[in-house]
């Protein structure tokens, strides 16, 4: 049972890059989310999806893209990178009723130069 | 709209000192869960409760408490007697039962526990 797995762990892009930030989860949970950390400010919802299909906006949508096209899988996408996007990544998981909590794959620390 | 606020930005305490976070949260929904969450300085984020906002009774895990407020609003957390291995940063948050999972994080606190 590997949880919630992100890849890559670390990454470097140049301005305007595109990218995507990989999130899977084996626990067939209805519910996935990213975040981002940064200092003083916790963590930020960037998009969610409550199931295969269906996808929302968080606090911070502007620069990402998101689909869910499976209930496994939950990409980020970053259209065109930009220094305020060199953060801490989490993607997150959990059933609807969250009875365990969500749980949290390890975070993708990303530097935009 | 959903608003979880941790006033306490840093938080320093000598070991076997007790120490209570403070967590206030805002929401319009009349079932939510309030969460915390440690961060060690290794970067995972780590579940520590959920409670059902019916559930107003204070729960007790070791050395981790839990007093729920409705009527203020709060869901403060306590650890007793500190150790150094508490040193991290802790999260509150929040998520209204009819927000869709939309899980809203505090700025957190981070504690250091000197020995």
């Known amino acids: 049972n590997a949880g919630v797995t992100q890849t890559p762990k670390f990454q470097v892009l140049k301005t305007g890059q595109s990218m995507t930030l990989q999130c899977a989860q084996d626990?067939?949970?209805?519910?996935m989310s990213w975040y981002r950390q940064d200092p003083g400010m916790g963590l930020r919802l960037i998009h969610y999806s409550v199931g295969a299909g269906i996808t929302d906006q968080g606090e911070v949508p502007n620069g990402y893209n998101v689909s869910r096209s499976t209930t496994e899988d939950f990409p980020l996408r970053l259209l065109s990178a930009a220094p305020s996007q060199t953060s801490v990544y989490f993607c997150?998981?959990?059933?609807?009723?969250?009875?365990?909590?969500?749980?949290f794959g390890s975070g993708t620390r990303l530097t935009v130069v | 709209a959903q608003k979880v606020t941790q006033a306490q930005t840093e938080i320093s305490v000598v070991e076997k000192e007790d120490v209570t976070l403070d967590c206030v949260y805002e929401t319009r929904d009349t079932t939510y869960y309030l969460f915390w969450y440690k961060q060690p300085p290794s970067g995972e984020l780590v579940f520590l409760i959920r409670r059902n906002s019916f559930d107003e009774q204070n729960e007790i895990s070791g050395r981790y408490s839990w007093n729920f407020q409705k009527s203020t609003s709060s869901f403060n957390f306590t650890i007793t007697a500190s150790q150094v291995v508490d040193s991290a940063v802790y999260f509150c948050?929040?998520?209204?039962?009819?927000?869709?999972?939309?899980?809203?994080f505090g700025q957190g606190t981070e504690l250091s526990v000197k020995p």
């Open positions: 997150a998981s959990s059933f609807h009723d969250s009875v365990y909590g969500y749980t």
């Open positions: 948050a929040l998520v209204g039962v009819n927000q869709g999972g939309k899980l809203i």
């Open positions: 626990m067939n949970h209805e519910y």
